[in-house]
């Protein structure tokens, strides 16, 4: 065992009390638990964070007794980097308040915070943030590295609507990063995820998006191909009001199909002949779209969110629109799901997020392009065709892709796509990396 395990524990223990540090028991146990079941990994120790200053402990106690250091968020990255093999693990899940002031459409939103956490404060006030799709998914893990979403049309990605952050850096200092200082830390982390420091707090921007009008147009598989050709134009022509996710997936009757997923949020009477014209794309075999809330939208994936101990391999691809390779890859990643969970989904970048200048944050693609993400998700078993099936899936998508990938989804192992995962800021990153993070104790998603 390394010798600093026993020493960062008991130093911690006593600045920290003991209900904060762990290394086994319930509290070690339950942190190390995320939503991938096949995350098996064992952190040297989690330490519970309450606030900046345990965070800082923690950061300094990592660095003093050589632990490598991991950040656990949400707990929903796939590939379980937030609870790292033989880490400390810093803890953000007793860091979740999240503050609105209404008359500003401001949120202060804690490090350890959720999706549902910060719409769950900002919808009594009439008020919406851009997130992901799924409740439970972290704001700091997902803003960090982008955040696609159902709102990006109209509002950008998450990373976009970030104000201000305060971050713990890996000499244990505490910065404010904003657009008036440290503005070249407050550049890297909109887009460079973890790699730069411990995110403390956050300010995002809140908008009034309801009424939102959204739902799911599900089309049978033998009619996928023709419908996803068709959608080629509809997306093509969306005003930033539409954002639509596609998925591959398996339908309510148990047969593999193509959901539409549109959100169009504002005025809702020109949205309707934009929602009507993807019912038309084909003979849906359901369509249930109406008036709903951005609350409401991201409470109806929940399950999606729950670490139910299902294994899980992501892959992901960037295309820059459906063209015919894409559509028969999508077609046959559903013809051949090796479980029923499997899914590939997808969401339309366009609008406000691909009009921000690509040098303006570290973000790297900005151009209109939609985000494939390859989900095989199967109860515990034999990994092999699972995987299999992933990676024929990326393979096929690899065809017509851009280059790169959405940083979030990728694994150390994707070289190639990591290597331009950033455009032409993966320069400029690396300098800032090198700023403010010389030691590499902060090791997130993949740099190049
Ligand atoms: C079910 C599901 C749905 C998803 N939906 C979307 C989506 O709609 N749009 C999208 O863009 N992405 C989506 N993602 C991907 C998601 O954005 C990333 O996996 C994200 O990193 C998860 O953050 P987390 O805090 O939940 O995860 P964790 O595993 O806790 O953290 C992942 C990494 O984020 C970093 N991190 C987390 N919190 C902090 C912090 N406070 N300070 C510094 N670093 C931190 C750390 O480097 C950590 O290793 C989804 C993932 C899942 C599993």
Redesign the pocket.
Known sequence: MNAGIPAAARELTDRLGPDAVATSGPLYDRTRR???GAVTNRPALVVHARGTADVQAAVRAARDHGLPL?????????L?????DGALVID?AG?RRVEVDAQAAVATVD??A?AADLIGAASPHGLSAV????G???????T??????LLNGRFG??LDNLLAAD?VLADGRAVTADADHEAELFWA?RGG????????S?RHRLHRADPILAGTIFYPLPQAAAVLDRLNEVLSAAPDELTVAIAMLTGPGGAPGLGLLPAWSGDPAPGEAHIDRLRRLGSPAFAKVGPTTYSDLLHA?DE??ETIGHH?A?RTRSVPHLTPDTVSALVKAAATFTSPLSRV?C?QFHGAAARVPVESTAFGLRRNHI?A?IISWWPPGDAEPHQTWADAVSEALARDALPGG?P??LSPDDTTQIADAYGPNATRLRAAKTRYDPSNT????PLP
């Open positions: 995320v939503w991938n991991s950040v656990r968020g949400g707990g929903h990255d796939w379980g980097r937030g609870v790292r953000l860091m490090g350890g959720t997130t992901g799709t799924v439970a998914v972290g704001v700091a893990g997902l960090l590295g982008g955040g696609y979403g990605l998450a971050v982390i995820g973890g790699n730069f420091g411990v995110v403390t956050m994936n999606q969110g899980v992501c989904l969401g985000m993400t959405y979030n989804g902060f090791t997130a998603t």
